[in-house]
């Protein structure tokens, strides 16, 4: 056991508790737990397990005077049994004379018939079943002498534990030498099964916390009970076993490795604003999209975000800033969106997470470079067309409110979520310059269901997702997983659109890299598309006080 893992964890915790850890052992154990914020309840209870009471000193015990007042009590009860041994003298010497002058009766021949019948039914009586009746009242007697001896001596305030145990023992043997000698023999199981409560010291702990004084613990579960429980537990899941680990895991902050997405076009934020704030880490993040480069359907895409959590309102917020450019610099846009997103436990390993968001744009057109009639995917999942008239003017700007909500919710070692966006369905025609329909953007609305394997202490994490999209008739479906080994990041994914794509990266404490590259099919002229992304992300210090929101 030289340094502590999830596997000893709780080997840990009892040394701890026993004062059995030197300093740096102790310290080793603080460094574990404040990286594996999961096993904070189990120090808790271990440290509830015990019972503190401040320590009295011999010359505290002394200066109450308990032996001084032992002495006078025997002297009172000697004083005091003069008088009585007088009047119980008198009292038997009373009895015997009345006895003396009492009238002898003679008894008659019905009383003789009568007395004789009597002990003709005693005579019937077998040997066998006086000595039955003898052994079940010395057992009980045996059991009412020794429970009443060992009450006396633990609610005796002027004796010691070790006298009391000491008592408790020798009465034991006594009982047992007096039952011997009648030819019945009592088994432990039973005369001394019952519940009697037993002394236990516990140690000080490392910590701050006083000396401990007795503990009282009774085993009040019979045998029986024991037995069932025993059989009971063998179907039970073994705490250590990978199977328990997943199914209990708390996916909020499972490890204090972030997850990685390898979506194509689509950061954590773009996937569902609930993401906001799930770490106890403040993420700063930038990420360049690079889509059809030279081609007419070229865009460049720079997002920056940062998200944190707010352990005052427990409730994560963000921030996500986009600029992007399309087709040389026909179509310019850039947009804000903030994000709220609250964080509710509904049991240990069960959160919700919805989300609010408020996006705030504008779109800029350059009219000299558009091919008017044309069809254009300024989305790559949407085809558009320039449509307009020379006859009328042509708005050069653009802008756009609108608001998305959604929800995460984590069920142990899966979680599942959903988004709607543009539910106000903003004004979006900037392609056009026809103002008798107005064009306004649709609701789209996506879904996603994701999980996480981890191993060797979290170094080894492998996370699949699956990502549906929808906006009408157009549909996105995509798949992707990522493997975390130790620092390094591998990852693949693929949709409905016979995409297919890699990723790369690198993750550290701090600072994370990754590259990642799609080959797709556009949906407008079914020739191959490649995507291009990269990420670097920055990641602050562990916050002790937010890491486990869930039970602040």
């Not at 008088?83 to 004379?97: E, I, Y």
């Not at 556009?522 to 995507?531: C, D, G, M």
């Amino acid at each position: 056991m030289k340094i502590p893992t999830p596997e000893n964890i709780d080997h840990w915790l009892f040394d701890w508790i026993e004062g059995n850890l030197t300093p740096e052992q102790e310290e080793q154990l603080r460094l574990f737990l404040l990286l594996n914020p999961e096993f904070d309840t189990d120090a808790d209870a271990w440290r509830q397990s015990t019972l503190s009471t401040p320590e009295v000193s011999e010359a505290e015990v002394s200066s109450f005077g308990f032996a001084e007042n032992a002495m006078a009590h025997k002297k009172e009860k000697r004083r005091r049994m003069v008088p009585v041994l007088w009047f119980s003298t008198a009292g038997l010497m009373l009895a015997f004379s009345l006895a003396m002058l009492w009238p002898i009766t003679i008894p008659t021949s019905s009383s003789v018939q009568a007395k004789n019948q009597i002990e003709r039914k005693k005579a019937t009586v077998t040997p066998q079943k006086q000595r039955k009746s003898n052994r079940l009242d010395n057992r009980t007697k045996a059991l009412n002498a020794f429970q009443l001896a060992t009450k006396s001596a633990l609610m005796d305030p002027l004796s010691k534990p070790s006298e009391a145990s000491n008592f408790a023992s020798s009465k034991k043997t006594e009982i047992n030498d007096a039952i011997a000698l009648q030819g019945v023999m009592l088994s432990e199981e039973s005369v001394f099964s019952a519940n009697y409560p037993t002394l236990k010291i516990p140690r000080k702990p490392f910590d701050k916390l006083p000396n401990s004084s007795l503990t009282l613990v009774t085993n009040q579960a019979p045998n029986k009970e024991r037995q069932s429980n025993s059989h009971a537990n063998r179907f039970k899941l073994n705490k250590s076993s990978a199977i328990a680990k997943y199914v209990r895991k708390d996916n909020v902050s499972t490890s204090l490795k972030d997850r990685v997405y390898c979506i194509a076009e689509k950061s954590h934020l773009d996937l569902n604003d609930g993401f906001a704030g799930n770490r106890s880490q403040t993420r700063i993040q930038t990420s360049s999209f690079i889509r059809d480069m030279n081609g007419a359907n070229e865009k460049i895409n720079q997002q920056l975000a940062c998200d944190a959590y707010v352990r005052q309102i427990k409730s994560g917020i963000g921030l996500v800033a986009n600029y992007s450019q399309f087709g040389k610099g026909v179509i310019s846009e850039w947009s804000v969106r903030l994000i709220y997103a609250p964080k509710i436990a509904l049991s240990r390993y069960v959160s919700l997470e919805p989300s609010l968001s408020y996006t705030m744009g504008q779109k800029l057109l350059d009219y000299s470079k558009v091919n008017n009639y044309s069809n254009f995917t300024y989305n790559s999942e949407i085809i558009q067309q320039f449509q307009y008239d020379p006859n009328l003017p042509v708005g050069r700007s653009l802008i756009y409110r609108d608001l998305s909500a959604g929800a995460i919710l984590n069920l142990g070692p899966i979680y599942l979520g959903g988004k709607v966006d543009n539910l106000l369905q903003h004004q979006d025609n900037i392609h056009t310059n026809d103002f008798d329909t107005l064009d306004r953007a649709r609701t789209a609305s996506s879904f996603m269901l994701g999980t996480d394997f981890s191993a060797n202490h979290g170094k080894l994490v492998f996370s699949p997702m699956i990502s549906h999209w929808t906006n009408g008739q157009n549909q996105l479906t995509q798949v992707g997983a990522s493997l975390q080994m130790n620092r390094w990041v591998i990852g693949a994914n693929t949709s409905t659109q016979k995409a297919i794509g890699g990723l790369v990266g690198f993750q550290g404490d701090h600072l994370a890299l990754f590259l990642q590259s799609t080959k797709s099919q556009s949906i407008l002229t079914q020739q191959p598309v490649y995507l291009h992304q990269i990420t670097v992300r920055i990641n602050s210090n562990i916050s002790r006080k937010a890491r486990r929101y869930l039970y602040l």
